[in-house]
């Protein structure tokens, strides 16, 4: 992240500028002092000061205080359109002379006050960083500032590793950006993945590999790679990179995620991480869903994970009952996950890991089972709504 405290002092006027500003005033006017003022800032190179010249030299014009960082409450009324107009475009042409200098930072503060994102995304989509060059510009306006949160993330993978990326990405919030959320996991999957066949190769010391070759192929030949205990990648990468892939939509690299499931399947139970129900065999459950999701044993997978849920309900959790709600939903099940969501998450007010009963019963215009969900809550209001919506 930045601090400003580390940036480089502005560039300062000399002396003799400020005797001919004084000048200006006197003989020409406040105007005519405004305009070499404004042209000073340009040939200096101080554009955050051209801001507010740009703004005065407004203010100037409508005979109000010449002072820039004025309240606009303090202008007339008549005046407020106009000085607006000379804000955005004193920022528009503020920020784009930052791109031009790719001072990414210092466009973006223009911008964002302004509230315009675009210029600023198309900068970081065209830009094409050197070696040599400082990404972290574009990796916190475009992905902390979500301004392209795609870009931005590839970079940290790129620039920084998958560690750091898997870091990063756990602590974004996506939740209104969710195709930013798919890429960034399938970025993830992809980076994973290619490590791991590279390091498989050098484990089988071969130069290079056939062309088609693949994970699964290697692991499914190979068993030996595994001998005593080894492993060919960090560990808690792969159970954290194959965790997130629970969440991709269809996509060629939940294939790429179901085979580094079978990987991590083969490793020694040392390196298996615990979870809970339903995920008590991690990597195993996981290729599970993977495989029905994409249409592979479709009905084994559903029964894997509908066995799982009245045990787990006798032990105080619905969590197994949540996921196989959403694996129903994303086969496009939604009767099913219905009748689940009535049989095992009726009475639960918490946030659940999946749509509720209220919701699945809306979408479904099943008004009268939502009603009696709702009367199973103590919930009146919801009742009531149900039994009117039924009715009508």
């Known amino acids: 992240m930045f601090d400003p405290d580390e940036l480089p002092p502005p560039p300062t006027l000399s002396s003799e500028t400020y005797d001919r500003l004084k000048k200006a005033v006197a003989e020409q006017g406040p105007s005519a002092a405004v305009e070499q003022l404004c042209s000073d800032l340009r040939e200096l190179g101080d554009l955050s000061a051209l801001f507010y010249a740009l703004l005065m ?8 205080s010449p002072f820039p960082s004025g309240s606009s409450a303090d202008l007339p009324v008549e005046t407020h359109a106009s000085y607006e107009q000379a804000i955005r ?22 911008f964002n006050m302004l509230g315009e994102t675009d210029p600023v995304r198309e900068f970081i989509d065209k830009f094409q960083p050197l070696d040599g060059d400082d990404v972290q510009p574009l990796i916190e306006v475009g992905l902390y500032h979500g301004v392209h949160p795609t ?27 969710p195709a930013a959320k798919q890429h960034c996991i399938r970025t993830l999957v992809k980076s994973l993945y290619e490590q791991l066949l590279d390091r498989l190769n050098s ?37 954290s990179v194959t965790q997130f892939c629970l969440e991709l939509d269809a996509c060629g690299e939940r294939k790429l995620a179901r085979e580094l499931c079978m990987y991590g399947s083969k490793l020694s139970d040392t390196f298996k991480f615990a979870s809970d129900p339903p995920f008590e065999n991690s990597y195993v459950d996981y290729k599970i869903l993977l495989d029905a999701l994409d249409g592979e044993n479709v009905e084994a ?4 994970f509908r066995d799982k849920i009245e045990p787990a309900v006798k032990e105080g ?9 959403n694996l129903l939903l994303k086969l496009g099940r939604q009767k099913d996950a219905l009748d689940i969501a009535k049989k095992y998450l009726a009475g639960e007010n918490r946030q659940l890991s ?15 089972g939502l009603a009696e969900a709702a009367r199973s809550r103590g919930d009146g209001v919801n009742y009531l709504a149900g039994l009117i919506a039924a009715k009508k």
Do not use: M
Request: one cysteine or more.
């Open 57 to 64: 030299k407004k203010r100037v014009e409508l005979g109000v």
């Open 89 to 110: 475009d004193a920022g528009r042409s503020t920020g784009d002379e930052f791109l031009k200098q790719n001072d990414l930072r210092k466009a973006w503060f223009y």
């Open 151 to 177: 870009k931005g993330f590839d970079l940290v993978v790129s620039r920084y590793g998958i560690c750091n990326a898997i870091t990063t990405f756990s602590g974004q919030d996506f939740s209104r950006n």
């Open 203 to 239: 484990d089988l010391q071969t130069r290079v590999l056939p062309p088609g070759t693949t994970v699964a192929g290697i692991v499914s030949a190979h068993p030996e790679l595994f001998d005593e205990g080894a492993y060919h990648i960090d560990t808690s990468h792969l159970s």
């Open 301 to 304: 997978g559903l029964k894997h």
């Open 317 to 325: 959790t619905t969590f197994p009952a949540e996921v196989y709600v």
């Open 354 to 368: 999946c749509p509720n009963v209220y919701e699945l019963c809306q979408q479904a215009s099943d008004f009268s």
